[in-house]
């Protein structure tokens, strides 16, 4: 027979009126965030909870897509939403709302953020359901956007460069790279692997040996005819490399 000694039952007001220490440490500065659960935008981060029952926390069954808002201007919003689009149509997610709404969702969250520098994630989730795997049992998508502190490559990145190692971890198979989704086990482990090797990045490498991309970057080279190369998106790579 199960009994509770030792658990405390919590009311909502008891989590949601103190300061979010309980968040701690995962301790970025969040600006705003959009949920289309909610239906607005909350700035206090405590407010910035997903239902567990969403199948994008517990199965990864959902798409994002993140940039950057430099000097309050949106970087590549329009090529960013056309790749939403697609990794949307690859697993047959219903975006819940038409583009341009979730463009406009994006640019007003950015502005009640009140920073004019700021990395914005957007996330397609599959929707509230139960703890099944299949999608039927989530009869809405949802859309999450969060305005965040943006992080900046220390200096020597650009003046001394960075070391890499090549990663073990296989490159995810065909079809799943070209999908921008929420899977993201085989990154977590690149970067890991980094970590343990003391390098600042790991690369993945295709079945035959050629550069794919780092845990969450895109990998060029710069030939010695000085030609500028990078791996064709969606084969290896998920990266916005130009058509
Ligand atoms: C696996 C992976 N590759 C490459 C990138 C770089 O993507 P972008 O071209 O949008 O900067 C990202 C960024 O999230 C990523 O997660």
């Known amino acids: 027979m199960v009994s509770a ?45 997903l239902p567990v ?3 994008m926390v517990h199965r990864g069954d959902g798409i994002f897509e993140a940039f950057k808002c430099v000097n309050g201007y949106i970087y590549n919003l ?9 990794s949307a149509e690859l697993i047959s997610l219903n975006l819940p709302f038409d583009l341009d709404t979730i463009r406009k969702i994006i640019i007003e969250t950015v502005a009640i953020g ?19 795997c299949a999608p039927k ?21 650009y003046t001394e460069g960075v070391s890499a190692i090549t990663s073990k971890i296989p490159v995810k198979p065909a079809f799943f790279p070209e999908v921008k989704s ?3 086990l085989p990154n977590v482990l690149v970067d890991m692997e980094a970590e343990q090797n003391k390098a600042e990045f ?16 895109n990998v060029a080279i710069v030939n010695e005819e000085k030609i ?16």
């Open 5 to 49: 000694q030792n658990l405390k039952v919590l009311s909502r007001d008891e989590i949601f009126s103190k300061e979010p220490e309980w968040r701690v440490p995962g301790g970025s500065n969040y600006f705003s965030m959009y949920s289309s659960v909610f239906g607005g935008v909350v700035t206090d981060p405590a407010l910035m909870v």
């Open 53 to 55: 029952d969403d199948h």
């Open 78 to 86: 329009g090529a960013h939403l056309a790749r939403l689009q697609k």
């Open 114 to 132: 009140g920073v004019r520098d700021c990395m914005i994630r957007v996330f397609v989730s599959r929707g509230l359901g139960g703890f099944d």
């Open 137 to 157: 049992e989530c009869p809405k998508s949802n859309l999450y956007v969060i305005a965040m502190e943006a992080w900046t490559a220390p200096g020597y990145f």
């Open 182 to 184: 929420c899977n993201y």
């Open 202 to 217: 790991a690369i993945m490498v295709d079945p035959e040996g050629y550069l794919a991309e780092a845990a969450t970057e």
């Open 228 to 243: 500028f190369m990078y791996p064709k998106c969606g084969q290896w790579s998920i990266g916005l490399w130009p058509p």
